[in-house]
């Protein structure tokens, strides 16, 4: 049918047609719509889930962190963690959380040094950590060379009652470490090695014994003296007792122990144990690590030395557990016996003894101290010797 301007009208099948296409665009864009905004809904509750964490206070994600600071295996474990996001690395370096810092959090490798763990150990420290300040001043002192700075962060453990700290002030005393020969102060170490062993340090209760038996430092009191020691060996079987399950025997016939080949905790076979030897502090293992990569000499080797003491002129304590090195020519005493073994303490000389040195030590020609006047004379110089537990070997002064 036509209209009278001649346009055909549309028939009823065409009509319906285009209806149904309206309806059905219109229907698609309504679902598209309802559809996209379903998911974003279900994508911020999810968001909401997972985010819990925005939701705790700070004070409960201290405590939290405090605890996995003072409980981790590894530098690791809250390393990755810092960088999980933003706010846990600015709660990981809370001064709370470094203060709670355990020693294996603190452990460093000599050879992965650098100006970045330097500046971690000196943040915990100045947070009030004791152990990274008594481990930080080991290091200035005896690796950088900073004797001032080190001294003050040892002192500053040692006025916080730390044991090791006091014991390493000690023995910087008796050797007059960082000076002269003239700067020893027997008294001073021999004070510091009391407020120590009051405190249970075990090698300082072993140091103030031999003081106490060789009158060095102190009077003379060879009863006190053996006190000291016995003290020391029963605190040494102590701390393995609980360190190991009850099941666990560490006892045995003495005779067994004298004729095995392997190493056992030395001093303890006077008891007739036989126990692994006591884990070394983190601050000697890396005195050990720095020393071995600079190439230290272990022997008396002045040939090559500086004008100062330096290079291989400066010997390393032959205890394995200590790692100290010498800060002058001629600090630490030797053998005078052999010769080959030089020693920062009596705790030292005592303990390498029987866990090394009594099966190699034997007498040599070669070994001839020369005295001011420049003539050889064997044995002890000047009346300086150590005392130790067994009386066939003493320690002269090189």
């Not at 003290?231 to 004729?259: D, G």
């Not at 071995?292 to 500086?306: H, L, P, Q, R, W």
Request: glycine residues 8%; aromatic residues 6%; positive net charge.
């Amino acid at each position: 049918m036509r209209t009278r301007s001649g346009v055909c009208y549309r028939n009823l099948e065409q009509r319906k047609t285009e209806i149904k296409k309206r309806m059905r665009k219109r229907i698609t864009n309504t679902n598209y719509n309802y559809c996209t905004y379903n998911q974003e809904e279900i994508c911020c509750k999810r968001r909401k889930k997972i985010d819990y964490l925005d939701e705790l206070p700070d004070d409960i994600v201290l405590s939290i962190l405090c605890k996995l600071s003072s409980t981790v295996n590894t530098p690791s474990d809250l390393f990755n963690l810092v960088l999980t996001c933003k706010r846990l690395n600015n709660l990981a370096l809370n001064p709370l959380v470094l203060s709670k810092a355990s020693p294996k959090l603190l452990t460093v490798k000599a050879k992965n040094w650098s100006e970045s763990s330097h500046r971690f150990l000196k943040q915990c420290s100045d947070s009030g950590n004791i152990e990274a300040t008594y481990t930080l001043g080991m290091i200035r002192f005896y690796c950088l060379e900073n004797r001032g700075s080190g001294a003050s962060l040892m002192a500053k453990a040692a006025m916080n009652s730390y044991a090791p700290a006091l014991y390493s002030l000690a023995v910087i005393q008796f050797n007059g470490s960082g000076g002269t020969k003239t700067d020893t102060d027997l008294r001073a170490g021999v004070a510091l090695c009391a407020r120590a062993a009051f405190l249970g340090h075990i090698d300082a209760l072993r140091e103030l014994g031999h003081c106490l038996q060789d009158g060095y430092g102190v009077r003379q009191n060879v009863t006190e003296g053996r006190r000291f020691l016995i003290h020391a060996n029963a605190r040494e079987v102590a701390a393995v007792l609980y360190s190991h399950p009850p099941s666990t025997s560490i006892l045995f016939h003495a005779q067994q122990l004298k004729h095995s080949n392997g190493v056992s905790c030395p001093l303890l076979s006077d008891f007739g144990c036989n126990v692994p030897p006591p884990e070394v502090h983190i601050a000697n293992r890396f005195l050990t690590e720095w020393f071995e990569i600079k190439g230290t000499s272990n022997v008396d080797d002045v040939e090559d030395a500086g004008p100062d003491g330096d290079g291989l002129g400066l010997r390393l304590c032959s205890h394995a557990g200590c790692g100290r090195p010498e800060t002058r020519k001629h600090e630490f005493r030797r053998c005078s016996v052999c010769g080959a073994v030089n020693y920062c303490s009596r705790a030292c000389q005592a303990l390498d003894w029987k866990l090394r040195h009594k099966a190699n030590c034997a007498p040599t020609e070669e070994f001839i101290v020369v005295d001011a006047h420049g003539n050889g004379v064997d044995g002890d110089v000047g009346g300086d010797v150590i005392g130790v537990e067994d009386e066939d070997v003493m320690m002269a002064e090189s």
